[in-house]
């Protein structure tokens, strides 16, 4: 059945990310839509993604705005993966006034806490290519949007808490729904059949979702997050670290040092499972050493 462009039940947004065009995301977009659901999937351009990102923002803004006020009581769907999802935050950050249109927000492996692999190419945040665009933590952009949208982030583990590229810890911020799955590399989350349930589950009833328990594992989280220059990583040297504070409830802080000089710090329960990962450079690692001794200090 041909939708009927003039009226759509949904406008369904679906955007490639990194090194990427739109032809995989527009498989997926078909798949998971009905036959009433307007697409729309910006391929904007495989060479442009590797530059910067602001140009991407204002071609996906004009793209999107021409739809929507082709439709302006349509309600809106969108699925963004990877980087694609990142266009979307800084796009729906300039337009609050889609937001009440905006039946859900979905992101497929995006780094909302900034790409652990985009600062190691541009550790001092020089500008290299786009690499400083994604190194960027957007966490406090997207918890204002998922307090208004109904967001689910969805992360893939392969191993040690990475999809391959991003971490699962990137994906993580307050206010949205969070979906682990296991075994589907990161380039494939924009066409891997197991996506399509997980979107058209969160369809039939998108909810918003919740500031994080306040518990003290989560209280630590949010101060090491704060620690200039920090960075969420993956799980794979947590067996390496020393444990260098223990708390009441079987939380345990880690710390280990790469020879070149990287400072790991990781969040456990009971010393088995990683709580949280994440590391910063030489530039930032006195604060670090800071915050950890504040932490003894105010918490124990």
């Known amino acids: 059945m041909k939708v009927d462009n003039n009226n759509p039940d949904f406008l369904l947004f679906a955007q490639h990310g990194w ?3 739109g032809n995989s995301i527009g498989s997926l977009a078909k798949a998971v839509a009905n036959a009433q659901t307007l697409i729309t999937v910006p391929s904007l351009g495989l060479i442009k993604t590797f530059i910067r990102i602001e140009p991407l923002v204002e071609q996906l803004e004009q793209i999107a705005a021409n739809v929507i006020n082709n439709h302006p009581d349509t309600p ?10 990142l266009l979307w935050l800084e796009v729906l950050n300039r337009n609050p006034q889609w937001w009440n249109k905006v039946h859900s927000l979905i992101l497929l492996g995006s780094p909302v806490g900034g790409s652990n692999i985009a600062r190691i190419i541009d550790p001092l945040n020089l500008g290299i290519g786009t690499a400083a665009d994604l190194g960027k933590s ?49 380039s494939a989350m924009r066409y891997h059949s197991e996506m399509i349930p ?22 630590l989280i949010r101060l090491l997050r704060s620690v200039p220059g920090m960075t969420d990583a ?21 710390t280990w040092n790469h020879p070149l000089g990287v400072a790991h710090v990781y969040l456990s329960k009971n010393s088995q499972q990683c709580l949280y990962a994440g590391y910063v450079g030489l530039l930032h690692a006195k604060d670090l050493r800071r915050a950890i001794a504040e932490i003894r200090q105010h918490i124990l």
């Open 19 to 21: 090194a990427d065009t």
């Open 76 to 85: 809106i769907k969108i699925v963004g993966h990877s980087m694609g999802g």
């Open 138 to 186: 957007r966490r406090d952009m997207a918890e204002k949007i998922a307090q208004q949208i109904p967001t689910l982030s969805v992360a893939s583990d392969m191993g040690m808490g990475t999809d391959g590229l991003v971490t699962v810890e990137n994906t993580k911020f307050d206010y949205a729904n969070w979906l682990l799955v296991s075994d589907i590399p990161h």
């Open 198 to 219: 997980v979107i058209q589950d969160f369809w039939i009833d998108p909810q918003l979702g919740f500031l994080a328990t306040e518990n003290l594992a989560n209280r």
């Open 234 to 254: 993956d799980y794979r040297d947590f067996e390496r670290s020393q444990v260098v504070v223990s708390f009441a409830d079987g939380v345990t802080l880690h």
